[in-house]
């Protein structure tokens, strides 16, 4: 077939209709950098030693020890051992200019990015953000009973979720965290008899009246042999932070085991079915996570006026709720890329830009050696919210040319993304930047300036861990510094694509959720 050129005409509409996800933003000079990759294989060595180091795999692997540390368009301001090590996202918070990173189970002051300091190494881990009304810096973990490891799953080992022990506490716990040197317990909402409690990756709290959490729940559908029941949305009323109530619950008709009718319509009705406990785990199931992963995400607070919230239902798409009545969620429109994206968890966490009509939304690789596909980041076009739809996927990462593996499957672990950068973050949020964590490909930052095709800009790919490698970041809008958490440690950095970044404390003028923060001292 004959290729008819390019006339002015289109080339000037094709511009056009780039720019209308791009509103009234600065233009930045961005640096690119060729991108791609392949995946062939797995590759591994037997070592009995490592087998305890993974927490989440009992098959024998070694990761390919690699000692350096990787940059392209950054530079790293410094680099703190132990801290953030498996505990995916950090969250901050401020005292006047000084600035404080609360990652894994100990908070960092960052007020000097280049000497990290940490002042308390056992402080809980869980969502942070400053309660006005309180006049208190709030912190919300997550509770949750009785994780599955290979051997619950192939039956050698009983499953707790059945029987689980009572004095486990399930549910989310609120503590004050306005001296971060001395967290104090307040209250604990607890999910009751029969519940596995919440998920620290999808649970969301933004300092206002309402708590997003994502709890498993009796009565509930669970994806067997793995878990024994579901995971819902469950919104918590904390305007009385010491009596915490249940306001509302939502979840995708057919979780709950009286849904029988609607469960069957799911395209991934047919392989759960087919799983029972009695049944031997096979690596080829697939849907293994159909519940809401999370967050589920309110851009702006009802309180404010808000009315939508963006939900992360791994193989059950994203879903967009009205949430005008809290007390009654109704569903908008959902995207569902699963199948035939049906890798690990396809979507995992979602990220609202909508300034330009778009939700950036990514899934979890949860097997080792590239032996699922590799769960990606989907730019959505959310103009028609009855009808969403995904208009782009991010680049495949691929090892610097000097690292001593040509595919970052040969590395060993998992490769695939985990979180974006936190959503709630100091400073005015860059809607043309998106950073991801991919485990062992790294820490990625992207410019989505054209959402059909997201281009790498700058990456850094740490030392090899020995658990998952890297797993979230955090950017201070604000004072252009990039927080990464890896199995290896805190990593902080700058980049020129971000600009000449603060070396010392300053006093947030805003931050990138409408409304969070406000009125911190």
């Keep these: 077939m004959r290729t008819q050129p390019l006339t002015l005409a289109s080339i000037l509409i094709v511009t056009f209709l780039g720019s209308q996800w791009l509103v009234g933003q600065t233009s930045y000079p961005i640096q690119g950098q060729p991108h791609g990759g392949d995946r062939r294989g797995g590759y591994y060595h037997e070592d009995a030693q490592a087998q305890a180091e993974f927490d989440d795999s009992r098959e024998i692997r070694r990761l390919y020890q690699d000692p350096k540390t990787y940059l392209h368009n950054m530079e790293l301001l410094a680099h703190l051992k132990g801290v953030g090590r498996g505990f995916g996202q950090g969250d901050m918070m401020t005292v006047g200019g000084n600035r404080y990173i609360f990652t894994g189970r100990m908070v960092v002051d960052v007020t000097n990015p280049k000497e990290p300091t940490i002042i308390n190494a056992s402080a809980p881990r869980g969502e942070l953000a400053y309660n006005q009304a309180l006049g208190k810096w709030i912190l919300m973990r997550a509770d949750d009973c009785c994780g599955v490891t290979v051997d619950i799953a192939q039956g050698r080992v009983p499953n707790p979720q059945l029987n689980p022990p009572q004095d486990v506490r399930r549910g989310v716990t609120f503590f004050d965290a306005t001296d971060p040197r001395n967290i104090v317990e307040i209250s604990h909402f607890s999910t009751g008899p029969g519940s596995r409690g919440t998920h620290s990756d999808g649970n969301y709290y933004d300092g206002g009246r309402y708590a997003y959490v994502t709890s498993g729940l009796p009565g509930t559908r669970g994806q067997l042999p793995y878990s024994a029941v579901s995971r819902v949305l469950q919104i918590i009323d904390v305007s009385d932070i010491y009596n915490p109530k249940e306001v509302a619950l939502w979840w995708v008709p057919g979780q709950q085991k009286t849904e029988e009718s609607a469960f069957l319509q799911w395209p991934e009705a047919e392989s759960v079915v087919r799983q029972s406990w009695e049944e031997v785990w096979s690596p080829d199931w697939k849907f293994h996570y159909l519940h809401l992963h999370g967050p589920c995400l309110p851009p702006k607070r009802v309180e404010d006026g808000g009315t939508r919230a963006y939900c992360a239902y791994s193989a059950l798409g994203m879903r967009i709720l009205d949430v005008s009545d809290i007390q009654q969620p109704k569903e908008v429109g959902f995207v569902d890329i699963s199948p035939p994206?049906?890798?690990?968890?396809?979507?995992?966490?979602?990220?609202?830009?909508?300034?330009?009509?778009?939700?950036?939304?990514?899934?979890?690789?949860?097997?080792?050696?590239?032996?699922?596909?590799?769960?990606?980041?989907?730019?959505?076009?959310?103009?028609?919210?009855?009808?969403p739809l995904t208009i782009a996927t991010f680049p495949i990462p691929r090892p610097p040319e000097s690292a001593p593996y040509y595919d970052f499957c040969l590395r060993g672990g998992r490769l695939g993304t985990h979180h974006p950068n936190n959503y709630k973050a100091p400073g005015e949020m860059r809607i043309d930047l998106i950073g991801f964590s991919w485990f062992m490909g790294g820490w990625r930052l992207y410019d989505i300036s054209n959402p059909f095709r997201p281009e790498e800009v700058a990456w850094i790919v740490p030392p090899t861990g020995t658990r998952r490698g890297t797993e979230g970041g955090l950017i201070e809008w604000d004072r252009r510094i990039i927080h990464v958490f890896a199995d290896t440690g805190l990593f902080i950095l700058s980049s020129p694509v971000l600009g000449e970044p603060v070396l010392g404390p300053l006093k947030p003028e805003r931050w990138s959720v409408e409304g969070l923060n406000v009125g911190a001292p």
């Design 341 to 387: 994206f049906d890798g690990g968890i396809p979507v995992h966490s979602v990220y609202p830009m909508l300034q330009r009509k778009l939700v950036i939304m990514n899934g979890e690789t949860t097997r080792w050696d590239c032996q699922e596909g590799i769960a990606m980041p989907w730019v959505v076009d959310v103009r028609d919210e009855k009808h």
